[in-house]
């Protein structure tokens, strides 16, 4: 029984964790959402996974998936803005959309104004079978043992969910700190497995027993260290946990080894709010909000929004290392390079190998 959720777009990653995955009739799959949008490759992942419920996959909505829909039906977005609009702004923000994969396969492109309906109308016609998929997609699965939506519910009578708005379970951010408890397991993606890691960045599935909640989401197209997640039980009513994952980083090999950092500086949404002691000769003096910490950073890190000023994701943590083991490589500076080790993101300074 595999879930995966949150491939935004990223076709090729999707198609080497199938790979790696080897499945056989035998298997279960199940999508949660999140299919397309900030990723390089919509249309092509979209049918792919179109492919993958033919033969068998389960398959529901995420969050992006339900607003490129209504865009697509015709409905303004909450900026009041159409599909015209909305699929220039998805392409400036991401480099590619489904929309404009859409309005390109259907002759039509970024620049038109003043013709909406007709747009709509020649992306509804070539491309009926897409559209269809998703419209007709599920927003919750639900099996003996265990529950997927993308984002979360607030209990498990569903029946009495049936009537709510979708929106409600595609987009519920934080979903794990909101303290819920469920009987079945339940699955969910949208907010990225690292949000929930204190001290440290890990794209790993995070699974908390208590709750009885796996939150599956890499980070796929929201961190530039993302990954796309697959998590593996050996049969249905199990509790056996395991995951592999697939991004574009390269494998290199540790050829020392390093100690783990006690104590590292950690800093990612939701907790990133900081304010400002004082301003430095390089740079500014900061106060953690969440922790409490007092650290400097350079003032190009943060950025004004939700009434509050916050700085970019951090991190100081050194991962232990054993010289031979493999590592993937993020960023290489000149006395270190960031790392990505099971998941987990940090700081290797030591010598190494490409693979």
């Known amino acids: 029984m595999i879930a995966i959720s949150d491939i935004h777009g990223h076709a090729q990653w999707l198609k080497r964790l199938l790979e790696e995955l080897r499945l056989t009739d035998q298997d279960e799959l199940f999508i949660v959402g999140d299919l397309i949008e900030r990723g390089p490759e919509n249309l092509e992942t979209l049918r792919l996974i179109m492919e993958l419920q033919r ?36 392409t400036q923000r991401f480099g590619n959309s489904l929309l404009g994969d859409f309005l390109q396969g259907a002759g039509m492109d970024l620049g038109m104004e003043g013709e909406e309906n007709r747009v709509l109308r020649a992306i509804q016609a070539a491309y009926a079978p897409e559209i269809e998929f998703l419209r007709g997609l599920p927003d919750i699965m639900e099996t003996p043992h265990m529950i997927f939506v993308h984002g979360g519910i607030p209990h498990e009578r569903l029946d009495v969910l049936e009537d709510q708005s979708a929106g409600v379970f595609l987009k519920n951010d934080c979903f794990v700190m909101k303290g819920l408890s469920f009987r079945k397991f339940l699955v969910v993606g949208h907010t990225p497995a690292r949000s929930y890691t204190e001290g440290v960045i890990c794209h790993a599935p995070y699974i908390h027993w208590e709750q009885r909640i796996a939150s599956i989401d890499g980070g796929c197209g929201v ?11 050996p049969q249905e009513d199990s509790e056996e946990f395991s995951w592999i994952s697939q991004d574009d980083f390269p494998f290199i090999r540790a050829l020392e080894d390093q100690k783990s950092s006690e104590n590292p500086l950690t800093i990612h949404w939701p907790h990133n709010e900081v304010e400002i002691l004082s301003r430095e000769r390089n740079g500014v003096l900061l106060r953690h909000c969440f922790s ?19 700085i970019r994701d951090m991190t100081d943590y050194q991962p232990a290392v054993r010289a031979g083991e493999t590592l993937k490589l993020i960023s290489a500076q000149k006395d270190r390079a ?4 099971n998941g987990l993101v940090g700081w290797y300074s030591g010598r190494y190998e490409k693979i």
Not at 223 to 233: K, S
Not at 292 to 310: K, M
């Open 338 to 341: 960031m790392v990505k080790k």
């Open 223 to 233: 961190a530039r260290e993302g990954q796309i997640n697959a998590l593996i039980l």
């Open 292 to 310: 409490g910490r007092v650290f400097s950073a350079s003032e190009g890190d943060l950025f004004f929004g939700n009434g509050g000023l916050y």
């Open 55 to 90: 033969r068998g996959a389960h398959v529901s909505r995420g969050n992006w998936d339900l607003h490129v829909l209504k865009l697509l039906d015709g409905a303004k977005d909450q900026a009041d803005n159409g599909l015209m609009s909305a699929a220039r702004a998805f």
